[in-house]
């Protein structure tokens, strides 16, 4: 009878963790455990993607990336590989090809929905394929198909994207693994790729990844660094350097945002004017460097909104950075100033429902409340938002919301909508905390509150980067930004409006423009005493300067203007403009995809599997992170629906409460 009632006990257990419906009857996307090995040799089958290789060309403040990535079935039986992936949240993916059985073969863009169609038939058809989506500008998931056993196919995919510089120092970012999604709460509904089974915390990943990376800046370099990986640097030059990961290195080098930096020599922002002549329509890329930073008189009082994440992944590292962070970022605050503190993870709470005064009693109970703060619950990002959005102050003030977070949800469309309807006269800055956080999340958010997102990955970056938001929010040093011109037609320009520059950060504008390279791009803004500003940037002196071929423009402006229309709501005019952008630029997005099939058909028996890819968790981030309560054993790639498992739990409690009742009978 115990062994019965236990049955009972832990397949009601498993029936809740994995097949509880939200209130549609729809089963919730939580994402789910994978465990590999075990002395089962036939495990090996679960990993299709063997390597991963990333090289990165930087010239400037432009970086092309071409990834390759190699499947491969070690198994007995034909496979579909299903891998969710990131890049960054600046990526404009324009190209992919498929390479199998000797043959080479260049993706089409093709309309979402028509592109999983014709794949979906060639899979049907027994050929190989490829198809690239996008489930978010930063999550993307590659599917191949029909994978025999004893075959090898490298996918090549080809992007390109701006590197903004914040005080003087450049930063490019190559986000090497999805972190799991909260989607608890009705959110993230329909979002089938976050139910994506992932390996236990500090499961190595046996997928190889490497990264090569050439920079090339038009100023002498000062410093070259990375804060995420151990690197091998080559100075090739004053103004060149190679960077290599350690492949000795014991660490695993896929399980964390890869974060190159550097600096010119002579601590200048690079600025200036790049023009792409096109056959109808060119295009330009317009950085301007922010003047010098104002005085401590010129700052109005400020106010500050804190808002911290208290959910289960931010367990460990997160938190407690978290909370050191803001420890620092309270006692920075001046006299004058008032602040608020709001903490959320499954619900959301204030310190104050007023703004506080940055007084010594009031500076004490802030940290009382942030040391009280443990990591449990879910992470319901979008009510904390609006209860801190809702908060009285800043009427008079200089208003700054901080959101810290890994942002490890799935509702960032929602998130930045809630953002830019109800910021009013506030700014929004993000603080990503963690080693693989969701930077969609952060940069999308602080894009709609005009803000800058800062991204923590160690402990020792915590100090630096809360001296890095004080000298952000505080010193605002053109506003109202205009742009005009002279003689030259400009169109198409984003971001617009544009947002104020900082002394910290420069301001980065690209657009279109019809005719000649000549006239002249005028900015026009108020500096911090409240004096006019004008710069003026002449198109002939720029196109003699760096010429007018510049391929990388249209596809930047392009992604920048996809961006844009995403952030607002979908609507039927903007998914059409968006499905006629990325075809027109050949550009990966919501609503286009790359597709690329062999047509040569393969013979074998049946259908294949499909096998998902199970992805290794952040650096730092533990099981709680992850729904289910645990490791779940799943052999050669078969991974249960969790309807699947949840039916299963309820046939078991059926099958023991009807022995219960033979036995008393």
């Given at each position: ?7 009972t ?11 509880v ?16 090995g ?9 990993l ?7 090289k990165?060309?930087?010239?400037g ?9 190699r ?9 579909e ?23 080479v ?13 014709e ?20 999550v ?6 029909n ?6 196919v490298?996918?090549?995919i ?17 986000p ?11 959110a993230?509904?329909?979002?089938a ?30 410093e070259v660094t ?7 640097v ?9 960077v290599?990961?350690d ?13 190159l930096?550097?600096?010119l ?10 023009l ?14 922010p003047?010098p930073r ?7 009082p ?33 006299p ?26 009031n ?8 040391d ?13 938002l609006?209860?801190a959005?809702?908060?009285p ?13 890994d942002?490890?949800?799935?509702t ?9 309807e ?19 999340l952060?940069?999308?958010v ?20 809360a ?44 657009g ?5 390279p ?10 911090g005493?409240g ?17 007018l ?11 920048e ?5 995403s ?31 062999d ?28 729904g289910?309560g645990?490791?779940?054993m ?13 039916l ?18």
């Amino acid at each position: 009878m115990k062994v019965l009632l236990r049955l009972t006990y832990f397949a009601v257990v498993y029936g809740l963790l994995f097949s509880v419906s939200n209130a549609d009857g729809e089963a919730p996307s939580a994402p789910y455990f994978q465990i590999l090995g075990n002395g089962d040799d036939r495990s090996s089958e679960s990993l299709p993607l063997r390597s991963s290789a990333a090289k990165v060309a930087i010239a400037g403040t432009i970086a092309r990336i071409r990834l390759t990535q190699r499947y491969a079935n070690t198994g007995s039986v034909p496979i579909e590989a299903l891998y969710v992936f990131p890049a960054s949240t600046r990526a404009a993916v324009h190209g992919m090809t498929l390479s199998t059985g000797g043959r080479v073969i260049a993706a089409r863009i093709r309309e979402s929905v028509k592109a999983k169609a014709e794949y979906e038939t060639a899979k049907a058809e027994k050929k190989t394929a490829a198809l690239l989506e996008e489930h978010r500008p930063n999550v993307f998931q590659m599917s191949v198909a029909n994978l025999l056993p004893g075959d090898d196919v490298d996918v090549e995919i080809e992007w390109t994207e701006t590197i903004p510089a914040v005080d003087s120092t450049y930063e490019f970012v190559f986000p090497t693994v999805v972190g799991p999604r909260y989607t608890g709460g009705g959110a993230g509904k329909g979002d089938a790729w976050t139910a994506n089974p992932h390996l236990a915390a500090g499961k190595r990943s046996p997928v190889t990844f490497t990264l090569d990376a050439d920079l090339t800046t038009t100023l002498p370099l000062a410093e070259v660094t990375c804060p995420s990986h151990p690197v091998a640097v080559d100075f090739k030059a004053k103004d060149r350097a190679s960077v290599k990961i350690d492949s000795k290195s014991s660490e695993d080098p896929g399980n964390r945002d890869f974060i190159l930096r550097w600096k010119l020599g002579n601590q200048q922002v690079d600025a200036g004017l790049l023009l792409h002549r096109g056959k109808d329509t060119s295009h330009f890329l317009l950085q301007i460097a922010p003047p010098p930073r104002v005085t401590p008189d010129q700052i109005p009082p400020r106010d500050y909104v804190m808002v911290l994440d208290v959910s289960g992944s931010m367990e460990g590292f997160p938190l407690n950075t978290a909370k050191e962070l803001l420890r620092k970022l309270v006692t920075g605050l001046r006299p004058d100033d008032t602040f608020n503190v709001v903490r959320f993870a499954s619900d959301s709470g204030a310190l104050s429902e007023e703004p506080l005064a940055a007084n010594a009693e009031n500076l004490k109970l802030a940290k009382e409340f942030i040391d009280q703060q443990t990591p449990s619950g879910g992470t319901e990002l979008c009510a904390a938002l609006k209860q801190a959005l809702a908060l009285p102050g800043g009427e008079n003030r200089s208003r700054s919301i901080l959101l810290i977070t890994d942002g490890y949800v799935s509702t960032e469309r929602e998130a930045a909508g809630l953002v830019r309807e109800n910021i009013g006269n506030a700014n929004l800055f993000t603080f990503g905390i963690g080693t693989a956080v969701n930077r969609e999340l952060l940069e999308s958010v602080a894009r709609a509150g005009g803000g800058e997102p800062v991204v923590v990955t160690t402990v020792k970056e915590a100090d630096p980067a809360a001296l890095k938001f004080r000298d952000l929010v505080s010193n605002p040093v053109l506003a109202k930004v205009r742009i005009t011109a002279e003689g030259v037609a400009l169109a198409g320009i984003e971001p617009d409006p544009h947002p104020d520059v900082f002394a910290a950060r420069p301001l980065i504008v690209t657009g279109t423009w019809k005719g000649e390279p000549s006239g002249r791009i005028i900015v026009r803004g108020i500096v911090g005493n409240g004096a006019p500003f004008e710069k003026i940037i002449d198109l002939a002196e720029a196109a003699a300067a760096t010429g007018l071929d510049h391929p990388a423009l249209p596809v930047l402006w392009a992604r920048e203007r996809v961006r844009h229309l995403s952030d607002l709501r979908r609507d039927a005019e903007s998914i059409r403009e968006i499905t006629s952008l990325g075809m027109s630029y050949s550009l990966l997005t919501p609503y286009t995809s790359f597709l690329a099939i062999d047509e040569t058909p393969r013979e074998f028996a049946g259908l294949a599997k499909a096998v998902k890819q199970p992805l290794p968790l952040p650096k730092g981030v533990g099981n709680s992170a992850v729904g289910g309560g645990g490791p779940a054993m799943v052999r050669n790639g078969s991974v249960p629906e969790p309807g699947s498992i949840g039916l299963i739990a309820f046939l078991v409690v059926l099958l023991a409460l009807q022995r219960q009742r033979d036995l008393e009978a």
